[in-house]
């Protein structure tokens, strides 16, 4: 049986095709949906150009290989975007890169901000960039789009696309990432959203089920499921006894849990089909070689220096750096010889003495 799996990437959109659990192919583009922001900390992408994409890239798949039967889908899991009744995208993707729960909080007497207003109402631990902190600033400013009757993350959006569904529906792994969830219950904590002033209708229904809908008449379409458990499936054969260590555009690591247990410093994660993954996140991942290249590329234009393409040059020193290191180590393994060569044979005496000494 064949199957397909989506990756909506902050900077890639990937595709696999496995058979049976066995690679056949994949295909991977680069995701150029970033807009301009309006706001200060605004962090967003066009949510109809990842969708454009991710579809284009499924039907590439499905011209090469008719038979696929399953489809699963994972994507950055804290970001959101707010649907009308029709099932159609009325805002851009808000990322999970969105930097706006660090602004100062109006409600707050004490000058905090957002994330930690939130975090110190509700006694639960949230962060700048979760889905639900983001959906409470754009309350208190007005920003929720008129005609919005739902969010949900890309993923949910694309898995629902795929199969046709007009409303999203979101696993647990998918959920907890939003934000203010109750991860041993499995469920939002509706009576904290009700007292920061969230509608918890507003919220997408929770499933268990596997599978949400159907796709080209015979592709039954999974539940889109959180990127963190995403790779943790893939990746560790042994989940009672394995770590996952990822760098992607972030990095984190990730140790399984069966039972639903609280750490500080790490997050508790809900995993499909049950159990927990207990995660450590950092954003000194490929953000921070991002970084890098923006510094370069606007050094390079204060010099007068129009450039496009500061990864190339990266990849340039990084790969000189490597060859530099390799003819030191060569250097080095050749004077080790030269001076091994210049010692003086071993007499045949010497050679029986260590021949006795050594039975």
Sequence with gaps: MKSLGIDI????????????????????????????????????????????????????????????????????????????????????????????????????????????????????????????????????????????????????????????????????????????????KRTFNQTVLRGLGIDPAFLPGLTEDRFIGICRSRARVAAAIGDNQASFLSAVRDREHEMLVNVGTGSQFSVFSSRCMTVPGLETRPMPGGGWLLAGAALCGGRAYALLAEFFAQTARMMGIDTNAPYAAMEGLLKSAAARKTSRQSCRCLRAHGRTARRPAASPASRRGISHRST
């Design 9 to 184: 990437g902050t900077t890639t959109i990937s595709a696999a095709v496995l058979e049976d659990g066995c690679f056949i192919t994949s295909e991977t583009c680069k995701n150029n949906s970033f807009l301009a922001p309006t706001l200060p900390g605004e962090r967003i992408q066009d949510a109809q150009l990842i969708l454009d994409t991710a579809l284009r890239t499924a039907d590439m798949l499905f011209a090469r290989y008719p038979d696929i039967e399953r489809i699963g889908v994972t994507g950055q899991m804290h970001g959101i975007l707010y649907l009308d009744g029709e099932g159609n995208a009325v805002s851009p993707l808000y990322t999970w890169q969105d930097a706006r729960g660090d602004a100062p909080c109006e409600k707050s007497t004490d000058g905090q901000s957002w994330t930690a207003y939130l975090n110190s109402e509700t006694g639960l631990p949230a962060a700048t960039g979760y889905g639900l902190v983001t959906h409470a600033y754009n309350l208190a400013h007005g920003l929720v789009p008129t005609g919005a009757v739902t969010l949900c993350t890309i993923g949910d959006y694309i898995a629902m696309k795929l199969c046709g569904r007009q409303t999203p529906v979101m696993d647990a792994s998918n959920a907890a990432g939003l934000g203010f969830f109750d991860a041993e």
